[in-house]
């Protein structure tokens, strides 16, 4: 088995396997043709994500600092905004739905370390996917924790780590995240 089948099967792999390191300086070099762009060409922005990433759903943009590893397990849907300096460290897939409003310094992080020093010293990581429903609003500086999955309609106060699944329709805030109120019962119109 490969390195990179290693990885797209979720098992410990080596992120130096020449194949995967020739895939991450792929991504490196087009990130930084992304991030040198005019940051109102939009259209050359949007050509460059699309090559990029897995999946761009139409009316999606990313403002510019942006950084990934792989790009190809990005997956973005409809009408999504994701502010400056987004990080998503795409080892296994990262889907991020329709709707979706994403802070700036956000960082999704669907790859870890084993707790074993020894197979660290060897470099070995893998990765768990990360998935965000519609209509969710992810508030700035938060982090998305690898095998996450952040429910529709959810709120992510800024901040916060979100280090396990998120229901929908619910506001969570905190290091680790955890449920403050479901949004049924909130008044609209207002803040969180």
Same mark, same amino acid.
């Given at each position: 088995?490969?390195?990179? =089948?290693?990885?797209?099967?979720?098992?410990?792999?080596?992120?130096?396997?020449? =194949?995967?390191?020739?895939?991450?300086?792929?991504?490196?070099?087009?990130?930084?043709?992304?991030?040198?762009? =005019?940051?109102?060409?939009?259209?050359?922005?949007?050509?460059?994500?699309?090559?990029?990433?897995?999946?761009?759903? =139409?009316?999606?943009?990313?403002?510019?600092?942006?950084?990934?590893?792989?790009?190809?397990?990005?997956?973005?849907?409809?009408?999504?905004?994701?502010?400056?300096?987004? $990080?998503?460290?795409?080892?296994?897939?990262?889907?991020?739905?329709?709707?979706?409003?994403?802070?700036?310094?956000?960082?999704?992080?669907?790859?870890?370390?084993?707790?074993?020093?020894?197979?660290?010293?060897?470099?070995?990581?893998?990765?768990?996917?990360?998935?965000?429903?519609?209509?969710?609003?992810?508030?700035?500086?938060?982090?998305?924790?690898?095998?996450?999955?952040?429910?529709?309609?959810?709120?992510?106060?800024?901040?916060?780590?979100?280090?396990?699944?998120?229901?929908?329709? $619910?506001?969570?805030?905190?290091?680790?995240?955890?449920?403050?109120?479901?949004?049924?019962?909130?008044?609209?119109?207002?803040?969180?």
């Amino acid at each position: 088995m490969t390195e990179k =089948e290693k990885k797209e099967s979720g098992l410990w792999y080596n992120p130096l396997d020449s =194949e995967l390191y020739a895939e991450l300086m792929r991504a490196k070099k087009m990130m930084r043709r992304y991030n040198a762009l =005019e940051p109102d060409d939009r259209e050359a922005m949007s050509r460059l994500l699309h090559e990029l990433c897995g999946a761009v759903g =139409e009316g999606s943009h990313i403002l510019q600092p942006f950084t990934c590893d792989y790009g190809y397990n990005i997956f973005i849907g409809k009408n999504t905004f994701g502010n400056h300096n987004i $990080t998503m460290l795409d080892s296994a897939p990262i889907r991020i739905g329709d709707n979706v409003l994403i802070g700036p310094n956000v960082s999704f992080y669907s790859v870890s370390h084993p707790i074993e020093a020894d197979m660290r010293r060897m470099g070995m990581e893998r990765g768990r996917p990360i998935t965000v429903g519609h209509d969710v609003w992810i508030g700035g500086g938060c982090t998305i924790l690898p095998g996450v999955t952040i429910g529709d309609r959810a709120i992510i106060g800024a901040g916060s780590v979100v280090a396990h699944d998120i229901p929908a329709d $619910t506001i969570a805030k905190g290091s680790p995240a955890e449920v403050t109120r479901k949004i049924a019962n909130t008044p609209k119109h207002l803040d969180y």
